[in-house]
């Protein structure tokens, strides 16, 4: 299969797989045909999803059963109007009907926006007027559904209410009674390949989120991620921790790796509990695993050694920085070296940890070669080695396959990151003498103290180090004399949340001082019951900032 969409597949290095790799990228390029029907022609039989959940139900769907049950989502689809362009939200979990409906979503063109569960009523009511949603597939569990209903008044483009169960509401219509006296499908003619196909809102840590828009030719990015990244091939049996409502899922849930002809694992649980997930490792066998790296600190509290998991025999790091701390420990406890990968909800994987590097930990690892990725000071100039920049990906000459389109009804924003020939990531990194890159943060986040830049992901990394820190966040505060301070926001652990106070300030002062140069630790020390979070989990620093101006 993979073999149809790149120059090569194998690669002896490196410098072999950044100096030759290439994407062929075909007309009219769509995944659910030239991928999930593809392969059910080849081998219908093979295990596309093994689908379990939390009550100890367990399906398992061959690539044969994906074309047969996205075919008839997509003839329902149909059947009510929804055809090329119209945009339709799925909040549907980890619930198998997520990867029928997106695929058949493909298949007929409409435009496929997967959210959180943890949605609002006004959030919805913003989605749904922003990108004039025309119909919602949900999961019929009473808090999800009572938001979408109280939406409706608010949001005229929304025309259909669509339950997968298991309840159905008034006025909703049965997913798997209407699939099933759907017609037989009839394939539309193909999309062109920048069409739009995928649409994120963008969970910014100010304002409302932006629109995140990929086209068809998306998917073909994510052979980096699934192939090249993840190492997977068609043994694999691999499952990334994820919500199909964030980017991660595309990352690691669907598109590179089906390519790549893994099986998909999927756990569908309502809340993460470490040893859950590690009996279903154990059970199930699974080979590949992608995570945040708190889900492993999680893990290793837990205690590895209770379980057999002797069946895994790759683990990948995602969706926050990696703190040396966590990698030394897995690393020591499993043999496992954890492989980090890097990007946004606007690329593929970007930088990463790629089967051939040796692993540092705490690097992000080497660039993606589909992606022309450099690093250049405020105003465009490329930095030396050591030196912090921000990371770019040139889209000049030719625009890189996988990275998004724009904006979605945004030109402003749009042209904000797109400039000089490349996207802007806002993110600033280091590159080292041997090629590898260093995160320090996001622009807006680096600290500015008499002549130092002080990322906080690196003071971060040091104070979890700390056994009273639980979580934690470095943001900057003015300082007459400096221009700014470090200021540590931590949660403690439950051992010592009742040492608060000025004697565990300095011990945790003189801890970072010893772990990481001196000049970085926090000469301001807050002690908190929680962070303030943005509803993807991501620690907000911009209210901590903006609460400090209060003060």
């Known amino acids: 299969m993979i073999e149809r969409f790149v120059n090569r597949v194998e690669f002896s290095s490196y410098e072999d797989f950044k100096d030759n790799f290439k994407i062929i990228v075909p007309e009219h390029f769509n995944f659910g045909y030239d991928v999930v029907d593809a392969w059910a022609e080849e081998q219908p039989n093979k295990v596309a999803l093994c689908w379990t959940n939390d009550k100890g139900e367990h399906i398992d769907f061959t690539f044969a059963d994906i074309k047969r049950e996205t075919d008839k989502t997509a003839a329902f689809f149909q059947s009510i109007g929804i055809g090329k362009g119209d945009m339709v939200m799925l909040i549907l979990k980890r619930r198998y009907e997520f ?27 913003y989605r749904c007027n922003a990108a004039d949603i025309k119909a919602i597939v949900a999961v019929g569990e009473e808090v999800i559904t009572k938001h979408i209903d109280d939406s409706v008044a608010e949001s005229p483009s929304l025309k259909y209410r669509i339950s997968v169960g298991p309840n159905i509401p008034e006025g909703w219509l049965d997913f798997h009674k209407e699939v099933e006296k759907a017609p037989t499908f009839v394939a ?139 990698y030394e420990d897995f690393r020591r406890e499993t043999g496992i070296k954890l492989m980090e990968g890097f990007g946004q909800t606007e690329t593929t994987v970007s930088i990463a940890t790629f089967p051939w590097l040796e692993p540092k930990p705490g690097s992000m690892g080497k660039p993606n070669p589909n992606f022309q990725i450099d690093l250049v000071t405020p105003d465009g100039q490329p930095v030396e080695e050591g030196e912090q920049g921000e990371v770019i990906i040139r889209t000049e000459p030719t625009r890189p396959v996988g990275l998004f389109k724009e904006y979605y009804r945004n030109p402003e924003k749009t042209a904000e990151v797109f400039y000089d020939g490349a996207y802007h990531t806002g993110d600033i990194a280091w590159r080292d003498e041997d090629g590898y ?115």
């Open 99 to 125: 990867w029928i409906s997106i695929i058949a979503l493909h298949k007929i063109g409409a435009i496929a926006i997967p959210a959180t569960y943890l949605l609002t009523n006004k959030d919805i009511i």
């Open 437 to 551: 890159y260093w995160f320090v943060g996001r622009t807006d986040d680096v600290i500015k103290s008499s002549g130092y830049r002080i990322g906080p992901f690196e003071v971060e990394s040091a104070l979890l180090t700390h056994p009273a820190v639980l979580e934690c966040a470095i943001t900057g505060v003015p300082d007459e004399i400096r221009g700014q301070v470090v200021k540590a926001t931590i949660v403690l652990t439950k051992e010592y949340k009742d040492k608060a106070g000025d004697e565990l300030v300095k011990e945790i002062q003189d801890h970072v001082k010893h772990t990481t140069a001196p000049y970085k630790y926090p000469r301001v020390v807050e002690f908190v019951d929680e962070m303030p979070k943005t509803i993807s989990g991501k620690i907000k620093r911009s209210e901590i900032r903006e609460e400090d101006k209060k003060r």
């Open 188 to 326: 539309p003619a193909r999309n062109n390949n920048d069409d739009l196909m995928l649409l994120y809102f963008t969970s910014g840590t100010t304002g409302h989120p932006k629109m995140v828009v990929h086209t068809y030719t998306y998917p073909l990015g994510h052979i980096v991620t699934g192939k090249y990244w993840h190492n997977l091939n068609e043994q694999s049996l691999h499952l990334t921790v994820a919500d199909t409502g964030w980017a991660k899922c595309a990352w690691g849930k669907l598109y590179g790796q089906w390519i790549s002809g893994a099986t998909l694992f999927v756990y569908d649980h309502a809340k993460f509990n470490p040893a859950d997930m590690l009996k279903i490792i154990e059970k199930y066998k699974v080979n590949s695993f992608c995570a945040p790296p708190t889900v492993f600190r999680f893990m290793m509290k837990e205690g590895l050694e209770k379980y057999d998991l002797s069946s895994l025999k790759q683990c990948f790091i995602a969706g926050e920085p990696l703190n040396p701390v966590i």
